[in-house]
């Protein structure tokens, strides 16, 4: 079994910004593509940002430039730096790996239980 457990939400004005983290643990062979999504009230779960076991980072249009994703390898773990914050960023924001643990000879894809991030006046 395989766990990802983020922290790092909460309420900033806008502009302000956020440090998003996401921990896997677990019986983890390897893990390749991290990534995160978000989902506001009413909306489909949309996605934000990956990021490769080789470093390579992708991000979606509607935050290019103001949101990085990194990893550290050695910890499991995937963080989301989230600059000039807008009040169209708020939403549960939920982090997602694939990851092949010693028992499976297959990559399976894993979903944290997402973190609250609120931007507002």
């Known amino acids: 079994q395989v766990h990802l457990v983020e922290s790092g939400g909460g309420s900033v004005q806008p502009g302000g910004s956020l440090r998003l983290s996401c921990a896997a643990s677990?019986?983890?062979?390897?893990?390749?593509?991290m990534r995160w999504y978000r989902q506001a009230p009413g909306n489909q779960r949309e996605w934000v940002a990956v990021i490769t076991s080789g470093g390579s980072t992708n991000y979606a249009d509607s935050v290019k430039g103001r949101f990085t994703i990194s990893r550290e390898n050695a910890k499991n773990t995937v963080y989301l730096q989230m600059s000039s914050l807008k009040p169209e960023d708020t939403a549960v924001y939920y982090c997602n790996a694939d990851v092949r643990t010693y028992d499976a000879y297959t990559y399976e894809a894993y979903w944290g239980q997402g973190t609250q991030a609120t931007v507002s006046p």
């Open positions: 677990g019986s983890i062979f390897s893990i390749t593509n």
